[in-house]
């Protein structure tokens, strides 16, 4: 069965501190994709990264890094110099590959980041 | 900009007394899906369609319809709303074809109290 697991509840740092959000998941296919979304206190989920399973290249945006290691079955994400507006809660999320015309995503439990002045 | 929109964004209803949500997007994409999340919960896929096509989760109860007039449209119906129905509702969309197809891009919600 697939499982994604966010261990962090919650984390807590001080503006300009780096964190990392740890993801470890859980899959039986060998074609997949992993994601992040961001959740905002206002509630909407924004995508931040797809990666797919074959892609184990790290990847910067910014402020954002991404580090997929396909032998620990890891997907862990990492904010540089955090800021306050980086307050949010964060999911990692594992699905199958595309079949059938839809995807389904199987979620982590999600991690609640406070980042504070 | 493209978009998934979600009206309303705050939803009080009674309990029982039917509710509708809705959710409209100018992304042009052929699935559209519904979730539900409770508080402090990851969102809970509850059905979605592939065109016309629909399909409902194994668990989602019964009490939950869907309806998609259109590729733009689609409407999540609460039949008789309990009070384990309280959440936020999440509509996304997502496109069969092309680099896209994996990834689903989420509206604000609508929050749904029933009193």
């Known amino acids: 069965a697939q499982k994604v697991t966010q261990a962090q509840t919650e984390i807590s740092v001080v503006e300009k501190e780096d964190v990392t959000l740890d993801c470890v998941y859980e899959?039986?296919?060998?074609?997949?994709?992993l994601f992040w979304y961001k959740q905002p206190p206002s509630g909407e989920l924004v995508f931040l990264i797809r990666?797919?399973?074959?892609?184990?290249q790290n990847e910067i945006s910014g402020r954002y890094s991404w580090n997929f290691q396909k032998s620990t079955s890891s997907f862990n994400f990492t904010i540089t110099a955090s800021q306050v507006v980086d307050s949010a809660v964060y999911f990692c999320?594992?699905?199958?590959?595309?079949?059938?015309?839809?995807?389904?995503?199987?979620f982590g439990a999600g991690t609640r980041l406070a980042v504070h002045p | 900009d493209a978009m998934v929109i979600q009206n309303p964004r705050y939803q009080v209803t009674q309990f029982g007394k039917p509710v509708t949500l809705s959710c409209s997007q100018t992304?042009?994409?052929?699935?559209m899906y519904w979730y539900q999340q409770k508080s402090s919960q990851a969102p809970k896929l509850l059905f979605h369609?592939?065109?016309?096509?629909?399909?409902n989760e194994a668990d989602t109860p019964d009490n939950f319809q869907s309806r998609r007039p259109n590729t733009s449209f689609c409407f999540l119906d609460i039949r008789s709303p309990g009070l384990g129905d309280a959440a936020m509702y999440l509509c996304?969309?997502?496109?069969?074809?092309?680099?896209?197809?994996?990834?689903?891009?989420f509206g604000p919600g609508t929050r749904l109290l029933v009193l």
């Open positions: 992304l042009n994409h052929n699935v």
């Open positions: 990666r797919n399973s074959f892609d184990e």
């Open positions: 999320a594992l699905s199958e590959a595309f079949s059938g015309g839809y995807n389904k995503l199987i």
């Open positions: 899959t039986r296919d060998t074609t997949y994709y």
């Open positions: 996304a969309t997502s496109s069969a074809r092309g680099e896209e197809q994996e990834t689903q891009y």
């Open positions: 369609y592939y065109d016309k096509d629909f399909n």
